[in-house]
């Protein structure tokens, strides 16, 4: 079937070639000049009369530089149109240059993929099961979710006792191949793989058979089910946070990633199908805001009040890894619940190690033999890698099988190794901080190899028996918040004066709905299928955070996103320190979704607080006028952004240009009175040594409800000490009642 069409596509080229030699003479230069990439050319703002037209105008623009009607149709792929402007075509790369010239062009950039930031956790951030609610309001908020599809047939997505999907909802049902449906819980589901001579993918349908966005919606807005767990473990209640709420999915990963132009497709189809939420738990590297799919969408999103949430990455704990970092974008770092996955394993000398994983399977004798990589090598193998580290063909299956075995080090999937050799557990020690647990598709644990590991391998090399038993995972308590080890950090790249991520929300080990066309581990040779699993990653985050903003909004319909991200974030408990980049790690803290709805006093920001905001970042006036699609646009016409920063970001934030520079930095402020009509706030500000922060005024008086009152944060200090990286303060405006805070963080190159 493919290579049919491939033969096809060889045919049409060989067809077109002529012609195309004909129109553009001067290109005869390599063949690979006729590897037509796809690239997304981004328009901004719909136009002022919406016409049928656009695709039209798609293909004009197309054939004026490509010199081709038919190769014109052949190239393009897939107009946008519904919620922005723009479409994608494959282009060379200097189509692409002059496409970028055009008027009514913001950018044009090559289709990238990116890729996944792969019940407890709501008691734990304070929403009891029996927390105060406005049902009716929150059932008609719907909450679209960008992912891998949805499998509907959990528990989760039970929707009895839903009523019908609200009025005002445009989407639709698409059906498709192992796709059961949708209902009251799940109202839409559609799929994007847009591109045509992109590989053929199972499954095209919402379904998901990954289970990662089963997983996210369900975290997001999943119905109660009581009595959920993973095979016994981590047995609770499961649900999303906003249960009322629905669910529109719009599958754009596939087992090859997330590609930009599917991405783009399903921001334009949720926007205009009436979401009020969009939970994005994937990224890639950071790219200049209008040529990174996620903050075209979510600006657009912004734009008609629906707020994005998305994950910051799990690329920590090295600094300067935070992804998704435009400022009308809200950004989640992953803690850790107060609840931990534990994995006993008995030694036959008596002695007990705890270690981490998911590990579902409970032994069936008392003791097995117990070997490590290294006494167990393959010493007839030519296998490049360690033993001692279990690495794959570098075991000699005979000493493998019937055994645990110990294992120090490796490149990963060590308890497949074992598994296909017959092993009977495996005991992995990783030289890496870790704090989640994962999932082994035999008996496994992971330890800690200095502390664990050392002793572990010195019992076996001592003993002339050896034996270990792996007992099924259990629970124990954690202290916690602490900011999840994988969670990406900032300083970020692109506006290096806000500070990202924003918050943090629950993203270690969570249990939540999956998708049974899905392994628990992923991986074909294992054999358990759930409706639950539970899994780790800022991905998880993610949903809680939309979940909470849509909590807080169904009592404030009325706020915009900015306000309820300031809601979320001025409210939210400060993670404790466990290096420098607490604030860079996790931004304000932890979400505490019912203090939140109570703030005392907001940062909002508007459309043209961003407006100014992105003419001070420089962007060219022309492109910000299509953006938001007003021909005169002229940046030199509106009020200039003030400060630092230039936008009233509940935070502050400033990188410092190198290591002479002295401190001198002042932010502007506006607050918006959500608490009691006559109130009188103080400011409270704690700064640490060489940072003087001063704010003015430092009283703000109230007489009425919404009232604006503005003010300035001025930051002063010498050079930072050498050995300084970052200097945290926070400004705190307290009415005895509210308690609103704002870390403000100095960071310094190093
Ligand atoms: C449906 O799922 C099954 C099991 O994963 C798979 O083998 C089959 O190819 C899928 N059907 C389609 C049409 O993709
Ligand atoms: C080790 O764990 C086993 C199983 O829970 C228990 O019976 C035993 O008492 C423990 N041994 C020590 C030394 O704690
Ligand atoms: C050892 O490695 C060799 C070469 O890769 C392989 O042919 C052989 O089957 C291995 N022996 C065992 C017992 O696993
Ligand atoms: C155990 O024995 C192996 C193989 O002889 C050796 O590589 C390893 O260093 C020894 N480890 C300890 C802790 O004794
Ligand atoms: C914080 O930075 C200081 C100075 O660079 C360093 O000595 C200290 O170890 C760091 N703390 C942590 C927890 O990384
Ligand atoms: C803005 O960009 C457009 C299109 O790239 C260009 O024609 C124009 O000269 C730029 N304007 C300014 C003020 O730089
Ligand atoms: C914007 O206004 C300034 C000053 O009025 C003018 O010099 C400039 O040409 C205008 N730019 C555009 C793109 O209209
Ligand atoms: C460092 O910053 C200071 C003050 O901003 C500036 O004068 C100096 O040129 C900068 N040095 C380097 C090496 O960039």
């Keep these: 079937m493919s290579n049919t069409i491939k033969m096809l596509q060889n045919l049409l080229l060989l067809l077109l070639v002529p012609i195309f030699l004909h129109s553009f003479p001067i290109l005869i230069q390599g063949s690979n000049q006729y590897e037509r990439k796809p690239y997304i050319v981004y328009m901004g703002e719909l136009p002022a009369s919406r016409a049928h037209t656009m695709e039209q105008h798609h293909y004009n623009m197309l054939e004026a530089v490509i010199g081709n009607k038919q190769l014109a149709r052949e190239s393009k792929i897939h107009s946008y149109g519904k919620s922005f402007n723009g479409f994608v075509a494959r282009l060379l790369p200097h189509e692409a240059e002059k496409l ?4 009514n062009v913001v950018s044009v950039f090559r289709n990238t993929y990116n890729k996944l930031h792969t019940t407890r956790s709501w008691d734990f951030i304070g929403m009891p099961l029996k927390v105060r609610r406005n049902p009716n309001i929150e059932s008609h908020i719907i909450v679209g979710v960008l992912d891998t599809g949805i499998w509907v047939d959990c528990p989760s997505f039970n929707d009895e006792g839903y009523g019908p999907p609200p009025r005002r909802w445009k989407g639709k049902c698409v059906m498709g191949a192992n796709f059961t449906g949708c209902n009251n819980k799940v109202i839409g589901a559609k799929y994007f793989n847009l591109d045509p001579t992109g590989p053929t993918l199972p ?48 599958k754009v990963c596939w087992s090859i990633g997330c590609s930009d132009m599917d991405m783009l497709a399903g921001f334009d189809e949720a926007i205009a199908d009436g979401v009020n939420f969009i939970s994005v738990s994937i990224g890639g590297p950071s790219r200049d805001f209008f040529s990174d799919p996620i903050a075209i969408g979510a600006f657009h999103a912004m734009r008609r009040g629906v707020l994005t949430s998305c994950s910051a990455g799990n690329d920590g704990p090295r600094p300067m890894s935070v992804e998704n970092v435009a400022p009308w974008i809200m950004t989640v770092a992953a803690t850790t619940v107060d609840r931990q996955f534990t994995t006993l394993v008995s030694f036959g000398d008596g002695k007990n190690v705890t270690g981490l994983s998911i590990n579902t399977f409970s032994p069936e004798k008392n003791m097995y033999p117990l070997t490590s990589g290294s006494l167990a090598a393959n010493l007839s193998g030519d296998s490049y890698g360690s033993p001692s580290g279990c690495d794959y063909g570098t075991l ?13 080090g490796g490149t990963g999937g060590q308890d497949l190794t074992i598994k296909e050799y017959g092993g009977a557990g495996t005991i992995i020690a990783l030289e890496d901080e870790a704090d989640a647990s994962y999932t082994t598709v035999i008996p496994g644990a992971f330890v800690d190899i200095d502390t664990v590991g050392k002793n572990i391998e010195t019992y076996i090399n001592s003993t002339k028996n050896p034996q270990a038993v792996i007992y099924k995972t259990g629970s124990t308590k954690f202290p916690a918040p602490y900011l999840a080890t994988f969670s990406s950090k900032g300083p970020q790249r692109i506006t290096r004066n806000i500070l990202k991520p924003d918050l943090a929300a629950p993203g270690l080990d969570i249990l939540a709905a999956y998708s049974k066309l899905a392994t628990l581990t992923g991986y074909p040779e294992d054999t358990r299928y759930d409706v639950f699993n539970i899994i780790s990653g800022t991905s998880m985050a993610c949903p809680h955070a939309i979940a909470a903003a849509a909590y807080v909004k169904s ?29 860079l790690g996790s931004g304000s803290g932890q979400i505490s979704p019912v203090k939140a709805l109570h703030p005392g006093l907001l940062y909002d920001i508007r459309m043209d607080s961003y407006i100014s905001f992105l003419c001070m970042q420089g962007y060219n006036s022309t492109s910000i006028g299509t ?6 646009f002229n940046c030199s016409k509106v009020k200039p952004a ?5 936008i009233n970001y509940p935070t502050m934030h400033v990188q410092l240009l190198n290591v002479t520079s002295r401190i001198s930095e002042v932010f502007y402020r506006t607050v918006t009175n959500v608490g009691y009509g006559n109130s009188i706030y103080k400011a409270k500000v704690t700064a640490p040594e060489g940072l003087s922060v001063e704010v003015i005024p430092d009283i703000l008086k109230f007489s009425r409800l919404h009232q604006d009152l503005s003010f300035k944060v001025v930051l002063k200090g010498p050079p930072m000490p050498a050995e300084k990286v970052t200097l945290s303060a926070t400004l705190e405006w307290n009415d005895f009642k509210h308690s609103v805070r704002s870390p403000i963080v100095v960071f310094k190159p190093f």
């Design 100 to 103: 970028k010239k055009e008027k």
């Design 203 to 250: 499954n095209p349908s919402p379904v998901d058979d990954q289970g990662h966005g089963t997983h996210t919606s369900s975290t997001a807005a999943g119905s109660v089910v009581r009595g959920a767990s993973l095979y016994g473990i981590g047995e609770g209640t499961a649900r999303g946070g906003v249960p009322s709420a629905r669910i529109a999915m719009y």
């Design 396 to 408: 000699d299956r005979d000493k493998v099988k019937g055994r645990i075995v110990y294992c120090s």
């Design 555 to 583: 009592f404030h319909p009325d706020w915009t996103p900015a306000a309820i991200k300031s809601a979320l974030m001025t409210t939210a408990t400060p993670i404790k320190v466990n290096d420098n980049f607490t604030e």
């Design 627 to 632: 953006l938001i699609g007003s021909k005169s």
């Design 642 to 646: 003030l400060g630092t920063d230039g």
